[in-house]
């Protein structure tokens, strides 16, 4: 009588590959379903391992989230178009448009959780980092575009109006509309930055 043959293992395609990759999933999974639907099976599937793997490395659902809200923290700071570092208008976050057809998963990720940080409160302190983060390389950047310093009022506006550039972006795909919305961004500045030139700081 022959011997049964051994069940069949899942095959994992990126055993090995660490951490990094099943947070790059999770980024995926909750791009794509909303952070509902980030289970350790979604993540695994996504990743290519085992179910085991993923809960080996996290332990908890809720470490896996703060995980992927760290990662995605890193990374958007890393991919960040806000400082080009050239000093002038005509440059200012010159590579937006670029970013957000290169990464809508991490972008969509952001805007899954701002939602979600309305029923979650304990989100809100990562998130918070997040964009006290974004606000100051915004606020450097334009302290190299304009005389005198910047107010947090200003950076902040400027800020919120590439973040909603880069949201109707995602939704729409409207590439167009985003470059000509920064033209117009950037005369704004060249225009601050003119008038500012030309006599006292008036911001």
């Known amino acids: 009588m022959n011997d049964p043959k051994p069940p069949t293992r899942k095959r994992v395609k990126n055993y090995g590959t660490g951490r990094t990759a099943?947070?790059?999933?999770?980024?995926?999974?909750?791009?794509?379903?909303?952070?509902?639907?980030?289970?350790?099976r979604a993540v695994a599937e996504e990743a290519g391992v085992t179910h085991g793997l993923v809960v080996h490395h996290f332990g908890s659902r809720d470490a896996?989230?703060?995980?992927?809200?760290?990662?995605?923290?890193?990374?958007?700071l890393s991919s960040s178009a806000l400082e080009a570092g050239t000093g002038g208008p005509a440059e200012f976050a010159a590579g937006l448009a670029d970013m957000v057809e290169a990464g809508p998963e991490l972008q969509v990720f952001q805007y899954e959780l701002l939602l979600e940080a309305r029923r979650r409160?304990?989100?809100?302190a990562h998130l918070r980092g997040l964009y006290e983060e974004y606000f100051e390389a915004s606020r450097r950047e334009l302290d190299r575009i304009l005389p005198g310093p910047v107010s947090p009022g200003l950076?902040?506006?400027?800020?919120?109006?590439?973040?909603?550039l880069v949201l109707h972006q995602l939704v729409f795909g409207e590439r167009a509309a985003t470059e000509g919305a920064l033209v117009e961004l950037r005369g704004l500045l060249e225009g601050l930055a003119s008038r500012a030139d030309s006599g006292p700081d008036e911001r």
């Open 22 to 40: 099943l947070l790059e999933a999770a980024v995926r999974v909750v791009a794509r379903g909303g952070l509902r639907n980030l289970t350790y």
């Open 121 to 124: 409160p304990e989100l809100l």
């Open 64 to 76: 896996l989230i703060e995980e992927a809200v760290a990662h995605a923290i890193r990374s958007s």
């Open 155 to 164: 950076s902040r506006l400027v800020f919120a109006a590439l973040e909603g």
